[in-house]
């Protein structure tokens, strides 16, 4: 399938799902949560991506009337864990955790559903989660790998950034991208680099051009990334190298990275674009939905994304509510 055939189908799937949900919210009973202190701890809201689910979040309760309670615990397990005792104690309607490291995250959950607080997590994957608010991450894997694949013409060496296994989202994409490469023997993973909070970008970059060097034109053909800040730096060394033949790949829609996609003086991107502040309103409705008794929801609710070329990145960025620089 070629890229405008894709950029279509996608587009029309995207437009489906929101026409679903529009119907769905047109029909459903009105939600509020006045009275209701409600919590979310996030792993930190320095990124983009992280940054936007939570003030989706935060923004949702208080249209909703409810009084939040926010808590950024700066990219560290530990902060996070001691964030989340301390909510315990303090025993608020419902608490929402945003994309953490799950392992570590498991005993705190399971004291949080042992105090009869409902706990709901954004991107963060756990049995002890009446509902996790995501996208559909089994699928951007795929449509990610099986257009990485296309582009290359089946075979090459590629890059990978796997630094962040552990959160949830990153481990199955990386994943999905296994799964598809099985099909494809002559692609090739002949490195993969570990991406760095905070810094990402800069480090990306670093880490790229020190791999421009050991291997010359010709013999890398892409690289990949579950999200896209390390393409960021990924695609600054590209161009800093006149590397630019190398294709970048990755996920999340990040304002800085749209806009390098549609330069076309940069190397040629693709990314899964999500909606974060999208992602963070739904967590807070299923919240609203169970405190008024509605408790067979859902275990994951998806948020549609779209994929992301040069063709469609200004009208992406448009759609995202980004600042479109012409």
Known sequence: ?????????????????????AAFAANAPTLTLAGKTVAITSIGNQLYWNNKAYQGAIDEINQLGGTPIGLDAGYV???????????IRQKPAAIIEELGTANALEPSFKQIRAAGIPLFTIDTGSDYSINVATSDNWRIGEELALKLVSDIGGEGNIIVFNGFYSVTSCGIRYDQLHEVLKHYPKVHIIQELKEVVPNTAQDARTQVTEILNKY????????WSAWDVPQVGAT?????????????????????????????SQAQGTVIAQNPYAIGKASVDNVARYLAGEHDIEQLTFVPTLLVTRDNAAAAQAELGQQVNQ
């Open 1 to 21: 399938m070629n890229s405008k055939r894709l950029v279509i189908r996608t587009l029309i799937s995207l437009a489906v799902g929101w026409v679903g949900q």
């Open 236 to 264: 600054q060394a590209l161009a800093a190298a006149g590397r630019t033949e190398i294709k970048t790949y990755g996920v999340d829609g990040t304002p800085n990275m749209l806009s390098l996609i549609r330069d076309p």
């Open 216 to 223: 010359p034109k010709g013999q890398i053909k892409a690289i």
């Open 77 to 87: 397990d530990s902060k996070q864990i001691g964030q989340i005792q301390t909510l």
